[in-house]
């Protein structure tokens, strides 16, 4: 729970509490953080969905996907598309640790604190990109994924589509989702001192997104990883689901729509 800790070493603000416009400048500042460093990122995606798309036409032959720079490179991808889509929808969870800390300590202490929170979310979207990329080269080197990095089994594609629909509809999924749609709660009861403790609230939420939507970011191989118009389309309902009022049934609806849609493509199998 949350406590007012006296003293000034740790930060702590022992002055007269902020004000509300210095609390509006502070929402206003990270909202453009937050904001550039998504453009940034889509930024970066439409220029490597541009790259791709010209290399088949260019002739370029086929990549080994267990090099290590094709790795490399392939990390770096997932981490900057895991930016573009998963920092908006942790936005609310981000102002409301940036809020209470912003109450208890000073104003420097404060940003620093926000800031290693929002490194510990992304550290776990790191880890999962990790992942993602060697999960990525072991259907790339089966031949289940084209060079375009889009599925060219229907069985794989249906299967992945079938989990992810039971997935949403399950119990963790609800679990999850409710951890990452109560930010305020998530901040009371898991609250710890220090940069350490910000860090590892940052991994706690990081990990609650996780569970929520690591199933959504597999379709990724189906439609396609660089196929921006479906990342886009994963975005808004990460987000939806997060953020609505009715997110839990969007959720519910979302699941049910994968289900059909892997029914569907295992349908058309040979």
């Not at 997935?167 to 001192?193: E, I, M, N």
Request: glycine share 8%.
């Amino acid at each position: 729970m949350l406590h007012k800790e006296p003293g000034r070493r740790d930060g702590t603000n022992t002055a007269s509490p902020p004000t509300a416009s210095a609390i509006r400048r502070d929402r206003v500042v990270i909202l453009i953080a937050i904001v550039l460093a998504t453009v940034i990122a889509w930024s970066w995606l439409i220029n490597m969905a541009r790259d791709m798309t010209s290399a088949p036409m260019m002739g370029m032959p086929a990549m080994d996907p267990w090099a290590l720079g094709n790795l490399i490179s392939m990390v770096i991808m997932w981490v900057i598309m895991m930016v573009g889509m998963m920092l908006p929808s942790a936005t609310p969870m981000i102002l409301i640790y940036a809020r209470v800390v912003r109450q208890k300590y000073t104003p420097s202490a404060a940003r620093a604190l926000t800031a290693s929170f929002t490194v510990g979310y992304l550290v776990v979207w790191a880890a999962f990109s990790v992942v993602a990329t060697l999960l990525q080269a072991a259907l790339q080197d089966l031949d289940l994924i084209s060079s375009m990095l889009e599925s060219t089994s229907s069985v794989l594609g249906g299967a992945l589509f079938i989990a992810a629909g039971v997935y949403q509809l399950t119990p963790l999924k609800r679990a999850c989702l409710k951890g990452c749609r109560s930010p305020l709660d998530f901040v009371l009861h898991s609250w710890r001192k220090g940069r350490i403790g910000s860090l590892v609230m940052g991994l706690e939420h990081g990990v609650l997104c996780a569970g929520c939507c690591w199933m959504m970011m597999m379709l990724l191989f189906v439609v396609g990883v660089m196929n921006l118009f479906w990342v886009a389309a994963l975005t808004v309902l990460v987000l939806a689901e997060k953020a609505l009022p009715v997110g839990e049934w969007t959720a519910r609806i979302g699941g049910v729509s994968m289900l059909g849609a892997g029914i569907w493509l295992l349908s058309r199998s040979p």
